[in-house]
């Protein structure tokens, strides 16, 4: 089974500029997440998607972040424009969505070095 | 969002020692999911409880949920080099599908 596809890998980009991550869940899976970690910290939700709806985007900064998951499979984050605090590994998650069974699954990340 | 701490945030042990971290909230959980990350890795799933009281065994792993589903912790029996990584708890309040993560125990292990 293949897992969950994140691309780019690595990123380093200018305070106010643009950027966009990639996430390819696993086949099937219903619930899709966006984590920011700091270094040091754990994974902060983000936002959570039930096919391409949101479920949950309370701890999404709106005024530059937002993030689409259009059919209800692959979903884009985007950064725009980009702060010096955004610094941090943004992981992508799916899970299943059935009770009793939500493990969710990451993919290697996102590193976002601002500059 | 919810708050859930994690003690303690750093563990350096012997091989051979044991090893437990403990996550606590202040208010009743759904239930609490537990994950491994290995340095430069990503989060890997390692289990899920739900009933109060319960507890769960894998290996030298041991994980219980409190009667009052407030807290939670995982203890690794004997230590190994391969247990290496930060371990966190994610706890969630209302309904199975919504979990916040704690800071995390990162455990260093010494030959």
């Known amino acids: 089974e293949a897992g969950v596809a994140q691309s780019p890998r690595y990123k380093i980009i200018e305070k106010r500029q643009s950027v966009a991550f990639w996430c390819n869940p696993i086949?099937?899976?219903?619930?899709l997440y966006w984590y920011q970690q700091i270094l040091g910290q754990g994974p902060k939700l983000l936002i959570q998607?039930?096919?391409?709806?949101?479920?949950?985007d309370s701890q999404l900064p709106k005024d530059r972040f937002s993030a689409e998951r259009l059919k209800g499979v692959d979903s884009t984050l985007k950064i725009q424009p980009a702060k010096l605090e955004d610094s941090a590994v943004y992981l992508c998650?799916?899970?299943?969505?059935?009770?009793?069974?939500?493990?969710?699954?990451f993919g290697q990340g996102t590193r976002l070095t601002v500059v | 969002g919810q708050q859930v701490m994690q003690i303690p945030q750093y563990q350096h042990v012997q091989e051979g020692e044991d090893f437990t971290t403990y996550c606590n909230s202040s208010?009743?959980?759904?239930?609490i999911q537990w994950y491994k990350q290995r340095p430069g890795g990503h989060p890997v799933f390692l289990i899920q409880?739900?009933?109060?009281?319960e507890v769960k065994k894998q290996k030298r792993l041991t994980f219980q949920f409190g009667e009052a589903k407030k807290n939670s912790s995982l203890h690794i029996t004997a230590t190994q080099t391969t247990d290496v990584g930060t371990y966190f708890c994610?706890?969630?309040?209302?309904?199975?599908?919504?979990?916040?993560f704690g800071s995390g125990t990162k455990l260093n292990v010494k030959p």
């Open positions: 208010t009743t959980l759904s239930n």
């Open positions: 994610a706890a969630s309040l209302y309904n199975f599908n919504k979990f916040y």
């Open positions: 998607f039930q096919n391409n709806g949101v479920v949950d």
């Open positions: 086949s099937g899976h219903a619930t």
């Open positions: 409880l739900v009933k109060s009281g």
């Open positions: 998650a799916s899970s299943l969505n059935r009770i009793m069974n939500t493990e969710a699954f």
